[in-house]
């Protein structure tokens, strides 16, 4: 059994005598004994080897077997991200023990404790030493051949030898849409997280109303944005380079790298084989940008991976897996049944080239005890030749966030007694529901969308959401009697708050002259605040820190003043609208911006509006909005930044527990 621990200068004469055994088995045929003597002086006196300790910053380790001393190594930062392995010595009885991947294995470990971005190892090994073959096995490659004149007239004739340090980037793919693959592919970034790696996520293409404005500046998805939560790190458009957002049920914005480009049917976008190629070579850019700074990239696709008729345009699923090398693994949801049919259907329509990609498979959203479905699992293998590497059960006590218009039906969709109850206006071009998440968190909330004019009146608290066709919904909203209901609300007293979308509705007219959402030219609003929007061409995507006045004045007089004001809030901004007031109605902001930009407009504490998407993921908007009900309490503000992480801790866990990690580590090496 092997062990290691780090050496310090008291382990030098043990790096001596271990050195003295292994260094002439070692060179004695390859050396003349004046060059070994003069060279083991060199490397190995007192001063030298507390010179590479304490000067040069060399990190030694002593490798035991059995625990006896049986080789060291040593380590020199050479730059940023290159490290040399300058000695990895073992005793020469124990070679072909294992120990030499022992050290090497746990010099790598080692290093990704201190740089766990992608990095780069360098040794040097004299050209005629055996050793080089074992190298090569252990995935180093020969970067330079160099002979270095080391004094007295002698020289090493050595290659100079460099393993890249990263994963294999690995892909799930899906049987259909909603097997689960998004919350699969988040599990998976926190445990390469967990594990040391530095992970990003990464999904060429994405079709959601739900979307994101990153720090530079640009528009994504958030599938991605949880996924880059999960990995520890800061969202980019690099990780979903072509974002789709429907207008209606034939066309779609499509968002390249973060900017809109433009209004496409769906005819001409899957039509168009030319501009899906240049799609595509877009998202290979961007997938290899990312690639060069993390790993290993946790890739995702899109719905099943069987669409016959779309293959030759596909951008985001099995071409995707080829152009990255990724392995790839199939989620296959077994609560909707068929789980059989849909996993031997997939693989069997796979072509060769994408067949030999096909590492496991996993089936999601199990019921009940798992060993019951041994046999399922067996059956599944001898089918398609393809191992069932996981069986992830059910759970409803984690709670991560979900991007899919499909989730709504898994959420409280009516009034509860003893709870602070908001009704979510369901819109049919609803945006950016994920803004509501932290409700469903809060114990004092009972949050459920709804068309339901019943349900709306019922409750405490409405809330207006965001839309990518805002002039069409709020028409609807009109024609079914639902605007004439919130009115109503507002009138006896009901809180009535707009987010984005659903804020430009409470002003008094929207109007659209250059058809930008549709064929609407103007439709009134509801007339809660005084304002009008025009919907313009230019998309606004920024994140802000901001102060909620709100919070700070509770009768809504102030407007900052002379008062210190804290920007502790965050938000971020997605328009393509310009609001202004109306008439002689006075500037009455819900936020004030670190820029000194205004936000939103505060009529009272029961109606207000912003374009701020996740303004309620601030705990002092929640207290605000929880203000005034004689509900359930909570001593502490409720922190939902501190929650997720727990979740997806949690998430994490599970999916650790019921999947083969070992196997799954073994296809990215």
């Known amino acids: 059994m092997f062990s290691i621990e780090k050496a310090t200068l008291a382990d030098c004469p043990l790096i001596q005598t271990l050195a003295s055994n292994i260094w002439e088995p070692t060179y004695g045929s390859i050396l003349s004994r004046e060059q070994l003597d003069y060279m083991f002086e060199m490397m190995y006196s007192n001063e030298s080897l507390q010179k590479q300790m304490s000067e040069l910053h060399h990190q030694f380790f002593i490798i035991y077997a059995d625990g006896v001393p049986s080789g060291y190594l040593s380590i020199e930062t050479v730059e940023k991200d290159l490290y040399e392995f300058q000695k990895i010595y073992s005793l020469p009885s124990l070679h072909g023990s294992g120990i030499g991947r022992f050290i090497i294995e746990q010099g790598i470990a080692y290093l990704k404790t201190i740089h766990p971005s992608p990095f780069t190892i360098e040794l040097n090994v004299n050209r005629h030493n055996p050793a080089v073959g074992f190298y090569k096995h252990m995935g180093f490659h020969e970067h330079a051949t160099r002979d270095f004149h080391i004094g007295n007239g002698y020289y090493m004739n050595d290659y100079i030898m460099r393993m890249n340090v990263r994963l294999k980037p690995i892909m799930f793919v899906g049987t259909c849409s909603d097997a689960g693959k998004s919350v699969i592919n988040a599990a998976f970034c926190r445990i390469f997280k967990q594990d040391g790696y530095h992970p ?189 590497v996981g069986v992830i059960p059910w759970f409803r006590d984690i709670k991560i966030e979900e991007e899919d218009s499909v989730a709504l039906d898994m959420k409280h969709n009516t009034y509860r007694d003893g709870k602070i109850n908001v009704a979510i206006i369901l819109l049919k071009r609803m945006s950016n529901f994920t803004d509501f998440d932290v409700l469903d968190m809060d ?134 609208g310009r609001t202004t007031l109306l008439g002689d109605a006075t500037e009455s902001p819900v936020a004030v911006l670190d820029d000194g930009r205004t936000d939103g407009y505060y009529l009272d504490n029961t109606c207000w509006g912003s374009y701020m998407h996740g303004i309620l993921d601030n705990p002092e908007v929640l207290d605000n909005l929880a203000e005034g009900f004689d509900k359930e309490t909570t001593d502490h503000p409720f922190d939902y930044a501190a929650f997720k992480e727990e979740q997806y801790d949690k998430l994490a866990n599970l999916v650790r527990k019921h999947v083969d990690m070992d196997y799954i580590y073994r296809q990215l090496v």
Do not use: W
């Open 200 to 388: 990003a996520p990464f999904k060429a293409q994405n079709m959601s109303l739900n979307s994101y404005s990153t720090p530079e500046g640009g528009e994504m998805g958030r599938a991605q944005v949880v996924q880059a939560e999960a990995c520890g790190i800061a969202p980019h458009t690099d990780m979903n380079p072509v974002l789709l957002k429907p207008t209606n049920d034939k066309s779609s914005q499509v968002v390249l790298n973060g900017r809109p480009v433009g209004n496409m049917s769906a005819q001409d976008y899957f039509g168009m084989q030319n501009q899906k190629e240049v799609l595509f070579k877009e998202a290979i850019e961007a997938f290899h940008r990312l690639e060069s700074r993390y790993s290993p990239i946790v890739l995702e696709g899109a719905g099943s991976i069987s669409e016959l008729n779309l293959r030759d345009r596909d951008i985001t699923n099995m071409r995707m897996a080829e152009q990255a090398g990724a392995a790839t693994f199939l989620v296959a949801d077994i609560d909707r049944g068929g789980v059989f049919g849909s996993v031997y259907g997939t693989i069997a329509l796979l072509k060769p080239e994408e067949r030999v990609l096909m590492k496991g498979i996993i089936i999601n959203k199990f019921r009940g005890d798992a060993s019951l479905f041994d046999d399922g699992r067996k059956i599944i293998e001898d089918l398609t030749g393809v191992p069932v």
């Open 443 to 576: 114990p004092r909330f009972n949050a459920y969308y709804t068309n339901n004019i019943d349900e709306i009146e019922k409750a405490d608290i409405i809330l207006l959401p965001g839309s990518k066709n805002t002039l069409s919904d709020l028409q609807s909203l009109r024609a079914c009697g639902i605007a004439d209901a919130i009115i109503r609300a507002h009138k006896n007293g009901k809180k009535v708050i707009g987010i984005c979308g659903g804020y430009q509705m409470m002003g008094a007219r929207l109007e659209d002259p250059k058809a930008i959402e549709g064929n609407l030219p103007a439709v009134p609003g509801l007339g809660l605040l005084p304002q009008c929007t025009i919907i313009e061409p230019e998309k606004i995507t920024r994140q802000s820190t901001f102060a909620f006045l709100p919070g700070l004045c509770k009768d809504g007089s102030c407007k900052g003043g002379s008062r210190t004001i804290s920007y502790g809030c965050r938000g971020y901004e997605i328009h393509m």
